[in-house]
C-alpha cells in the first residue's frame, strides 16, 4: 500500500535509538550520539535528565516518520530555547492577560447547579491562588468581560519573569490550553493534575453534557486535550526534578 500524501511530506526516522544523556549545559536528546536541533538551529538540550527523557521518549516512540504533532513535549522544547529566550517579557504579559480573563472568574448566572458547582470548584482554585501565590482576581457573573485590578496582572507578571524559560513556557502553554493562568500555576506547583485542570476547564461542557449527553465529536477533542494535559503535568513534574 502507498503512503498517505501527508506522511510523505513528514521526514523519516533517521536514527535507530533516542535517548538521553549529560552535555555541557544540562541533558541533550541523543539520537544515535547526536544533539537534533530546534527550528532556529539550537541543540535540544533541556535542564534535568527527566524531561530530557520525556522529550527523548517522544523520539523514541516515532516509528517510520517523524509526526511532529505527536510530540507536544519536544515543541514545548522548542519554543522554550527558541522563543522563550528572546521574548519574555512578551510571554510574561501573555500570561498576565490570560489571568485578565481568566475562565474560573466567569460564573455562570443559572442553573443553580452549575453554579453551586463552579463556586466550589473554581472559587476553590482562586482562594488556593490568593493564599498561596497572593493572586487576587475577583469572579464576576455572566460573561461580561470585567477587568481585573492592574496591581493583580502585575503581580502575575512579575511571577511570570521569575519563572526560568522552560517553566515559563510551560505555564504560558498552560495559560492557552485552560483558558486560564490560575489552573496554568496550579498545575506547575502540583495542585492539580494535568487532567483535573483540564476537567476544571471544562467544567460547564461537562454539565451541559451530563445533562443533554456527550457529543461524539466533543469528546473526542476532550481526550486530545487531555493527552496535552498529561504531557503538561509530566513536564512540570520533571522540572521539579
Known sequence: MADKPDLLQRPRRFYKAAMAGPVEGGFAVLLDGRTPKSPAKSPLVLPTLVLAQLVAGEWDAQVEVIDSTAMPATRLAFTAIDRIRETRAEVAA???????SDLLCYW???PTPLVERQTRDWGAM???????????LKPAAGVIHTPQSPAALASVEALALTMDDFTLAGVAYGAGLFGSTVLALA????????????DLS???EMFQAETWGQDAEAAARAEALAVEA???ERWFAALRR
Open 202 to 204: 471544562r467544567l460547564e
Open 187 to 198: 498545575l506547575r506547583a502540583g495542585k492539580v493534575t494535568g487532567r483535573k485542570a483540564l
Open 230 to 232: 498529561q504531557v503538561l
Open 94 to 100: 501573555e500570561v498576565a492577560a490570560y489571568a485578565g
Open 108 to 110: 455562570a448566572e443559572h
Open 126 to 136: 482562586l482562594d488556593w491562588a490568593k493564599a498561596e501565590l497572593d493572586l487576587h
